[in-house]
Nanobody, 121 residues
Framework: VQLQASGGGLVQAGGSLRLSCTAS?????TGWFRQAPGQEREFVGA????????YYTDAVEGRFTISRDNVKNMAYLQLNSLQPDDTAVYYC??????????????????WGQGTLVTVSS
């Protein structure tokens, strides 16, 4: 499965962006991670195939929303109320198994290239 993330850009604090992840095939789980300069890759959130189950890291809960469109083989990450601390390269990932609550990158089998989100203050 090949993944491609897009939609990053420069936005002012308080603004919004929607990131997209295009997949070449179906997978049970889609996750989003981010990596800020000089920091480790951090889990953002994940969604199962049906879209009925999502979970997020505490730092983005209530501000970010993951959704998916299985007809188009796409997943989305809606970023609202963005803050400078949200500046990072955002990656989408996919896995053959959905482990609700799992945050480890090693539980995802496929990765796309990142898309840069920059939030100015």
């Amino acid at each position: 499965v090949q993944l491609q993330a897009s939609g990053g850009g420069l936005v002012q604090a308080g603004g919004s962006l929607r990131l997209s992840c295009t997949a070449s095939g179906d997978t049970a789980a889609t996750g989003w991670f981010r990596q800020a300069p000089g920091q480790e890759r951090e889990f953002v959130g994940a969604i199962n195939w049906s879209g009925e189950s999502t979970y997020y890291t505490d730092a983005v809960e209530g501000r970010f929303t993951i959704s998916r469109d299985n007809v188009k083989n796409m997943a989305y990450l809606q970023l609202n109320s963005l803050q400078p601390d949200d500046t990072a390269v955002y990656y989408c990932a996919a896995g053959h198994t959905f482990y609700r609550g799992a945050r480890g990158p090693d539980l995802f089998d496929y990765w796309g290239q990142g898309t840069l989100v920059t939030v100015s203050s």
